[in-house]
């Protein structure tokens, strides 16, 4: 996948020139950020769907306190799968804000061109 990319990048330095190329930086760095935004808002969802899950487990054992152990353990475990994908949206956006590989791979391909 990175070499298909570096190609792109690298044809695509060719057609607009080093110029337009370096001044593009900053379209890949709010693409980048707003990508960040939607997946801190796919990680911060998670949270409210828990929220209503418990809410909603702790009226099922006001209903039947004998339940209580196999509602909370089932509770319990899809809180735990909904909360992985939280995880995973928080750590792509930390990612594309400080990490951001389209920069570096960006940057690379303006080199190549103009044979640095």
Known sequence: MNVVMEQFLQSAVGILGATAASDSIGLILA????GAAIAALG???????????VAKAVEAIGRQPEATGQ????MIIGCAIAETGGIYGLFVAILLLYVNPFVSMYLDAIQAVQGF
């Open 43 to 53: 990680g911060a969802l998670p949270s409210l769907g828990q929220g209503m899950a």
């Open 31 to 34: 693409a980048s950020a707003i």
């Open 71 to 74: 509602i909370r353990s089932t």
